[in-house]
Nanobody, 114 residues
Framework: QVQVVESGGGLVQAGGSLRLSCAAS????????MGWYRQAPGKQRELVAT???????IYAGSVKARFTISRDNAKNTVYLQMNTLKPEDTGVYYC????????WGQGTQVTVSP
C-alpha cells in the first residue's frame, strides 16, 4: 500500500508564492504519473499539473507560466512551485500518485488573499 503526504499549503497575499511538496512511501513498485488537483469551495476538483516519470508535464491553462511542477524520482516526491498567486487559486490542493493504482493525499489548504 502506498501512502501520500502533502505539505506546504498556507495563507499568502495575491502576488506571493508557495511551494507544495508531496512524498510517497510504502509499497512502491514504479511510480508513473504524479501531480496535483485542486478543489475550490462549491466547485469540482480540477487538474492543476501532472508530471510523468519521463519528465513530461501537463498544466491547466489557468496556471501555465505561473506554476512549475517537478519531481525527484529518487525520493518519490513531487513539488509544485506556485508563483504570482491569485485569489482564484484558493482551494484544497490534492496530490496524487499513480503506481499500480492511484493514491490520493489528504489535501492541503491554499488561501490567497486579495
Amino acid at each position: 500500500q502506498v501512502q501520500v503526504v502533502e505539505s506546504g499549503g498556507g495563507l499568502v497575499q495575491a502576488g506571493g508564492s508557495l511551494r507544495l511538496s508531496c512524498a510517497a512511501s510504502g509499497r512502491i513498485f514504479s511510480i508513473n504519473a504524479m501531480g496535483w488537483y485542486r478543489q475550490a469551495p462549491g466547485k469540482q476538483r480540477e487538474l492543476v499539473a501532472t508530471v510523468r516519470r519521463d519528465g513530461g508535464t501537463i498544466y491547466a491553462g489557468s496556471v501555465k507560466a505561473r506554476f512549475t511542477i517537478s519531481r525527484d524520482n529518487a525520493k518519490n516526491t513531487v513539488y509544485l512551485q506556485m508563483n504570482t498567486l491569485k485569489p482564484e487559486d484558493t482551494g484544497v490542493y490534492y496530490c496524487y500518485v499513480t503506481d499500480t493504482v492511484t493514491t490520493w493525499g489528504q489535501g492541503t489548504q491554499v488561501t490567497v488573499s486579495p
